[in-house]
């Protein structure tokens, strides 16, 4: 859609809501001088009434000036001990009215006794017994008057009853030259916009002020009367984003950003839908750069099947590789509200992708087989895991055996007999030295891949192993959202807990990636960036919600079974090899599997009794994962 050069500017309520906005900041002194305008008013209303029209001014004192002045000023030293001017007119309701009638009530009081006491025996009396009335009915329409104005702007901007939300934006470029055409169409208000171009500086988009730059934010008086900030940087680094993302939380307001350049290059979204600031907008990484002919060359044309289709890795993978044009996607999924939910999310997107939604178990070898001889796949992406560390660490330890460990043998197993190109498993840093079940399953399901790949040729197995993603099910980021959105306090374990994150789509682009790349038996490593300590993430989760600290509380619960406090990756130099690709490397594994390794792995997992305890099952654990030490 083209806009015309108008079609975006505010309209006379918009106007009218920005000029009282930047009038409020006044609001004090301004009150005083409206209400002495409309005291003084009322003191020649007063004489209207009693002599007329004709007499009103002939027949005054020459000495009324000076005593209406002094009258005045009793008036609105009784305001002020009233604490009238502090009231925010918009709001006036019944507690303003009392304090109103007590102000004019012991000023026309104060008044009167002056004015008999100085013997100013030309005043009439009936002025002094009718100027605290009408004064205190002319402050009263003063105050109604404007919260008619108030609401009926607000009404007319927003097209409800609803507050109108003022911004203030940061950019002042074609995006924010987008989103404000947008923003007035949705009942915004936009007091001003910051740009660090000194060309930029005292300019006009339709009509909204340019006011300087981003460091400028913490001084604008403006910002009182602001309801939101609004980041309008799409095309900015990751680092420029960060900085202007971190300078509006500052300001205490809850911080709003418009779509990255990457979903709107997706075309899922316009620029003027602002959205929440997420977590991953926090990363500061720039954007993955990827072989996107060697993935088109992976996926295009072939059947792609996906266990665990509708998990948060697996949902995102499904979506990835569609792009590519597969020639039928194969959805595999134990869940079936989960495989519902990405059937129709693909069916909405392509429409014309082929697609197998199935429900099944990848514990039951014999349906893996069927499926695999039925729709023959060239790349397998397999995604179904039991991953949520305390939970698989006691009761749940055996399923996370048999999940991660024959659940992985089974459709390895599978795609090998129908000779599928690739097979990619997604694994975790967890299996770095693994402290607890989860990442000692991992760690062996990456042992039974490498062994796979000497035996059987024909397949390429690969394993590709990355830390937390940004808000998969059972992450922090959903956590802290809740408990924010409930008054707090957030819970983190321990203060010093840090971890490896990745955005969802940055982390499925990546396995593609290292599909692409893959020799048979590697096992790839994401590089992740710096770790970030989880306190600082719920602060900083606090602070762009609008709130502080102190309001919402921060408190640590321990570490949980199972949980490290700092995890690994095997990311350096020295335990890793370089790739084709800056942002995988492959890892140097030392323990390998073998025959009898595997044989005796199976044997054990199948061998029915073996789940009732969960010391002997760790115990056991060890034997077969040599760096495995549980905590």
């Given at each position: 859609?083209?806009?015309?050069?108008?079609?975006?500017?505010?309209?006379?309520?918009?106007?009218?809501?920005?000029?009282?906005?930047?009038?409020?900041?006044?609001?004090?002194?301004?009150?005083?001088?409206?209400?002495?305008?409309?005291?003084?008013?009322?003191?020649?209303?007063?004489?209207?009434?009693?002599?007329?029209?004709?007499?009103?001014?002939?027949?005054?004192?020459?000495?009324?000036?000076?005593?209406?002045?002094?009258?005045?000023?009793?008036?609105?030293?009784?305001?002020?001990?009233?604490?009238?001017?502090?009231?925010?007119?918009?709001?006036?309701?019944?507690?303003?009215?009392?304090?109103?009638?007590?102000?004019?009530?012991?000023?026309?009081?104060?008044?009167?006794?002056?004015?008999?006491?100085?013997?100013?025996?030309?005043?009439?009396?009936?002025?002094?017994?009718?100027?605290?009335?009408?004064?205190?009915?002319?402050?009263?329409?003063?105050?109604?008057?404007?919260?008619?104005?108030?609401?009926?702007?607000?009404?007319?901007?927003?097209?409800?009853?609803?507050?109108?939300?003022?911004?203030?934006?940061?950019?002042?470029?074609?995006?924010?030259?987008?989103?404000?055409?947008?923003?007035?169409?949705?009942?915004?208000?936009?007091?001003?916009?910051?740009d660090d171009d000194p060309a930029k500086r005292d300019a006009r988009i339709f009509g909204v002020p340019v006011l300087g730059s981003l460091d400028d934010l913490g001084r604008l008086d403006v910002l009182r009367e602001a309801t939101h900030v609004i980041v309008a940087m799409p095309g900015a680094t990751s680092a420029q984003r960060r900085r202007a993302i971190e300078l509006g939380a500052s300001s205490s307001l809850p911080v709003l950003t418009v779509p990255s350049f990457s979903e709107l290059r997706d075309g899922t979204v316009r620029i003027e839908r602002v959205r929440a600031i997420e977590p991953e907008d926090l990363l500061g990484r720039d954007p993955v750069r990827l072989d996107e002919g060697g993935i088109a060359d992976l996926i295009s044309g072939k059947v792609v099947l996906v266990t665990g289709a509708g998990g948060s890795i697996g949902s995102e993978l499904c979506r990835q590789a569609a792009r590519y044009g597969p020639a039928a996607l194969v959805l595999y999924e134990l869940s079936e509200f989960a495989?519902?939910?990405?059937?129709?999310?693909?069916?909405?997107?392509?429409?014309?992708?082929?697609?197998?939604?199935?429900?099944?178990?990848?514990?039951?070898?014999?349906?893996?087989?069927?499926?695999?001889?039925?729709?023959?796949?060239?790349?397998?992406?397999?995604?179904?895991?039991?991953?949520?560390?305390?939970?698989?660490?006691?009761?749940?330890?055996?399923?996370?055996?048999?999940?991660?460990?024959?659940?992985?043998?089974?459709?390895?197993?599978?795609?090998?007999?129908?000779?599928?190109?690739?097979?990619?498993?997604?694994?975790?840093?967890?299996?770095?030295?693994?402290?607890?079940?989860?990442?000692?399953?991992?760690?062996?399901?990456?042992?039974?891949?490498?062994?796979?790949?000497?035996?059987?040729?024909?397949?390429?197995?690969?394993?590709?192993?990355?830390?937390?993603?940004?808000?998969?099910?059972?992450?922090?980021?959903?956590?802290?959202?809740?408990?924010?959105?409930?008054?707090?306090?957030?819970?983190?374990?321990?203060?010093?807990?840090?971890?490896?994150?990745?955005?969802?789509?940055?982390?499925?682009?990546?396995?593609?990636?290292?599909?692409?790349?893959?020799?048979?038996?590697?096992?790839?490593?994401?590089?992740?960036?710096?770790?970030?300590?989880?306190?600082?993430?719920?602060?900083?989760?606090?602070?762009?919600?609008?709130?502080?600290?102190?309001?919402?509380?921060?408190?640590?619960?321990?570490?949980?079974?199972?949980?490290?406090?700092?995890?690994?990756?095997?990311?350096?130099?020295?335990?890793?090899?370089?790739?084709?690709?800056?942002?995988?490397?492959?890892?140097?594994?030392?323990?390998?599997?073998?025959?009898?390794?595997?044989?005796?792995?199976?044997?054990?997992?199948?061998?029915?009794?073996?789940?009732?305890?969960?010391?002997?099952?760790?115990?056991?654990?060890?034997?077969?994962?040599?760096?495995?030490?549980?905590?």
């Open positions: 859609m083209t806009l015309s050069p108008d079609s975006g500017a505010p309209g006379f309520w918009h106007r009218l809501d920005r000029l009282l906005a930047i009038l409020r900041l006044r609001r004090q002194p301004l009150t005083l001088l409206i209400d002495c305008a409309v005291i003084c008013l009322a003191w020649n209303v007063t004489y209207l009434f009693r002599l007329g029209f004709e007499r009103s001014w002939a027949a005054r004192p020459d000495y009324d000036h000076w005593v209406m002045m002094g009258v005045a000023a009793l008036y609105l030293l009784a305001l002020i001990g009233a604490k009238v001017p502090r009231a925010m007119w918009r709001f006036s309701g019944f507690g303003e009215l009392k304090r109103l009638v007590f102000a004019c009530t012991v000023a026309g009081l104060l008044s009167a006794v002056s004015i008999l006491m100085l013997q100013l025996a030309q005043i009439p009396r009936t002025v002094l017994v009718l100027h605290p009335l009408i004064s205190l009915l002319g402050l009263c329409m003063a105050r109604l008057g404007y919260r008619m104005l108030y609401e009926h702007a607000r009404s007319r901007i927003t097209g409800s009853d609803s507050d109108v939300r003022r911004a203030v934006v940061l950019g002042a470029g074609e995006a924010a030259r987008l989103l404000l055409a947008g923003l007035h169409q949705q009942g915004w208000t936009v007091l001003g916009l910051l495989l519902y939910q990405i059937e129709q999310s693909l069916s909405e997107a392509h429409p014309h992708l082929p697609l197998v939604r199935l429900m099944g178990d990848v514990k039951n070898l014999d349906h893996l087989r069927a499926v695999f001889a039925a729709h023959r796949p060239q790349l397998v992406l397999h995604a179904a895991a039991f991953k949520h560390v305390p939970l698989m660490e006691d009761d749940n330890a055996w399923a996370a055996l048999q999940n991660n460990i024959i659940g992985t043998w089974n459709a390895a197993t599978a795609a090998a007999e129908v000779g599928s190109e690739r097979f990619v498993l997604i694994s975790t840093d967890k299996a770095v030295n693994p402290t607890n079940v989860m990442g000692a399953s991992k760690r062996a399901a990456e042992m039974v891949l490498s062994r796979m790949a000497t035996q059987i040729p024909v397949t390429r197995f690969v394993a590709v192993r990355f830390g937390n993603v940004l808000g998969s099910s059972g992450s922090v980021i959903p956590k802290f959202k809740e408990q924010i959105a409930r008054g707090g306090p957030v819970t983190v374990t321990h203060p010093d807990i840090n971890r490896y994150f990745m955005t969802i789509p940055e982390a499925t682009r990546l396995v593609l990636q290292a599909a692409a790349l893959a020799e048979s038996g590697q096992v790839y490593v994401l590089d992740m960036g710096d770790p970030v300590k989880i306190v600082d993430l719920a602060r900083d989760m606090i602070r762009l919600s609008g709130h502080r600290e102190s309001e919402i509380g921060i408190v640590y619960s321990g570490l949980r079974s199972g949980e490290k406090l700092y995890e690994e990756l095997l990311a350096d130099a020295d335990q890793t090899l370089p790739s084709r690709h800056p942002r995988l490397r492959i890892a140097k594994l030392l323990s390998q599997a073998d025959g009898a390794w595997i044989e005796a792995l199976l044997e054990w997992l199948t061998t029915p009794g073996h789940d009732r305890n969960v010391k002997e099952v760790r115990e056991h654990l060890r034997k077969f994962v040599a760096d495995y030490h549980p905590q």
